[in-house]
């Protein structure tokens, strides 16, 4: 994968298929053989031009090229990467819900409590979405009164000491300056009311524990501690304001064969010598089903196919699958197969293993000694 194709297209690796397509249109008229006859260069940049065009103006070519450009020893090992950084609590979310900052008209001070709740899923009900239930414990904003503490919701006065403003200003004198500074009315804590008289149901502090059943969606997509808001479903105020927030934080359970990375998913596959020499079609899983993946003659173990539209799903993104073939070697052999073994590595590996061919020439100049010689 020495060749930069974006570089030969002059496009940038971002550059979306029309962009690519007018540039590749536009170089070609101009590298054009008719405008340049016995013209070796301009003949072999024309091949070039085309050789890009046929990988990047192919969605899935382009995809396969973009992961070995970024993993040019990709083809040669298996196994993933030490996978442990996923979306974290803060990174994906309001998109996921309506959940906006607070912008009502009552005092920061007198919301109630946020909550943060922890339900787990499985992996394949977050990647397709799904309905949830909690049931938890909160404070729940009396009925009765709602929330206010005071008979009906109405029994009130304007508190005397800040003339229902909610705070009062401190004055400061320090040498010649004057300093006004304000604080939270400590009569009705910022309130600017007083009850006259109690609501019987909650005896005046407004709320009530109570168990709250709450169903919601998740969409499809969501990843490991990503989280929804519900606005006001926290602990309700114990001041008459409004009630906290609830967050819930999701935990996505491991798969038995599929790793995630935001949108990508990452698959081993296990296949037989046979199949890797010989080539063949494998059934591999995806979320929704399963597709035939090519396996081409000749497949090295730990070559990595990477498959445009496979992976994880949401309303915005459609991730790729990343399957990394894995050859596994036979631990059990009968005599007989051990012998039909040894014809064959004879016969046959030596002879046609370029890698194994330049190993040898190169240790065998280095040192006399022939790595594979069996004596
Ligand atoms: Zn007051
Ligand atoms: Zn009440």
């Known amino acids: ?47 070039e031009i085309n050789e890009a065009n046929e990988v990047l103006s192919d969605p899935q070519k382009r995809a396969q090229y973009d992961y070995e450009l970024e993993n040019p020893y990709a083809s040669g090992q298996g196994g993933f990467g030490g996978g442990s950084g996923f979306g974290d609590f803060s990174s994906i979310f309001d998109m996921f819900t309506g959940g906006f900052g607070g912008s009502g008209s009552r005092k920061a001070d007198t919301k109630g409590a946020d909550r943060t709740i922890e339900i787990s899923i499985s992996f394949l009900d977050a990647a397709k979405g799904c309905t949830k239930e909690v049931n938890y414990s909160r404070k729940e904003p009396c009925a009765e009164c709602k929330g206010t503490g005071a008979k009906d919701g109405t029994s009130f006065k304007v508190c005397e000491k800040c003339h229902g403003t909610g705070q009062i200003q401190y004055t400061t004198n320090a040498f010649i300056f004057q300093t006004v500074s304000t604080k939270t009315c400590p009569d009705c804590r910022g309130t600017g009311k007083k009850i006259i008289h109690k609501c019987s149901k909650c005896g005046g502090v407004g709320y009530s524990r109570s168990q709250t059943k709450l169903k919601f969606d998740i969409p499809a997509g969501a990843d490991n501690k990503s989280y929804i808001k519900k606005r006001g479903m926290g602990d309700a105020s ?4 409004e009630p906290g927030d609830l967050y819930v934080v999701i935990n996505v359970e491991p798969h038995k064969f599929f790793k995630r990375k935001n949108y990508d998913l990452y698959l081993e596959l296990p296949i037989s010598y046979k199949t890797a020499v010989m080539g063949g079609k494998i059934a591999v899983p995806s979320i929704d089903e399963t597709f035939m993946l090519d396996i081409p003659e000749g497949t090295q173990n730990g070559k ?72």
Do not use: C
């Open 238 to 241: 114990p001041l008459g304001g």
């Open 304 to 375: 990595v196919f990477a498959i445009r539209g496979k992976g994880i799903k949401s309303r915005m993104q459609v991730g790729t699958m990343y399957v990394t073939v894995f050859i596994e070697v036979p631990t059990k052999l009968s005599r007989a197969q051990k012998e039909m073994l040894t014809q064959y590595d004879t016969d046959l590996e030596i002879k046609q293993s370029s890698k194994m061919n330049a190993f040898k020439n190169d240790v065998q100049s280095l040192y006399g000694v022939n790595p594979y010689d069996k004596k």
């Open 1 to 47: 994968m020495a060749k930069d194709y974006y570089k030969i297209l002059g496009v940038d690796k971002k550059a979306s298929q029309d962009e690519i397509k007018s540039q590749y249109r536009k170089l070609a008229r101009q590298y054009h053989p008719d405008l340049h006859p016995n013209d070796e260069a301009a003949a072999n940049k024309f091949k």
